[in-house]
């Protein structure tokens, strides 16, 4: 099983919603991530999980709310977020931190709109 | 602080021939690592190419090939015999020492009958 998961495929939410995404994948990766990807744009980074553990913050409002139960899957909660927080949301998973596997493999995104 | 630029932000080629996508890249680090990354529209990112910084040798995988030169800080991908599937955004990244990829901005390639 070469795949990383996302589910839902898209998601419409209001501003006082709490709501979550889920990622999954079933490589043994050790790395799980989060981007946001905005139409047209590269994606940014939100956050990295290492072994479980968060390892990179890259100062998300704390209406995002990332989760790692296992290293299997990766959450992301939602709650009282804004129309400019719409977008499509990329999970990818890599094998680890040493740099010659951190080839990342991403999952198809969940389409995001806030309204 | 690493950057990518990719400085077309769209190009487009006739089907069965070929197109060469620039980035060029700013690093201080010695060792890392460059990707092309393949968004088609509305599909899933997918990886097309990789190459370490420490090998001399340009990465090819059967259409697609690169063109590093690591002392002009360049990596290029060319794309021979094009065809309609190739149509999509393309993402230069780089990987250093942290386990962040820093993306270009994206070339988006049409690929026309």
């Known amino acids: 099983d070469t795949e990383v998961t996302q589910t839902p495929k898209h998601l419409v939410m209001g501003m006082t919603n709490k709501k979550s995404l889920k990622c999954e994948q079933h490589?043994?990766?050790?790395?799980m991530y989060w981007y946001k990807q905005k139409a047209k744009k590269p994606p940014e980074l939100m956050f990295v999980y290492s072994y479980e553990k968060l390892s990179i913050n890259e100062s998300v409002p704390s209406r995002f709310s990332p989760e790692c139960p296992n290293s299997s899957l990766l959450n992301l909660h939602l709650h009282a977020l804004q129309p400019e927080d719409s977008a499509l949301y990329l999970c990818?998973?890599?094998?680890?931190?040493?740099?010659?596997?951190?080839?990342?493999?991403f999952g198809p995104g969940t389409r995001l709109t806030v309204l | 602080a690493q950057t990518v630029t990719q400085s077309q932000p769209e190009m487009s080629v006739q089907e069965a021939e070929t197109v060469t996508l620039s980035c060029t890249y700013d690093t201080s680090e010695s060792n890392y690592y460059l990707f092309w990354y393949k968004q088609p529209p509305s599909r899933q990112m997918i990886l097309v190419i990789r190459q370490e910084a420490y090998k001399q040798q340009n990465a090819t995988e059967n259409r697609f090939s690169v063109n590093f030169q690591k002392a002009a800080k360049s990596f290029s991908l060319k794309i021979s015999d094009s065809q309609l599937g190739d149509t999509a955004m393309y993402f230069c990244a780089f990987e250093g020492g942290s386990e962040k990829l820093v993306f270009g901005k994206g070339t988006k390639l049409t690929v026309n009958p």
């Open positions: 990818a998973s890599s094998q680890g931190s040493v740099a010659a596997l951190r080839e990342q493999f």
């Open positions: 490589m043994g990766h050790r790395a």
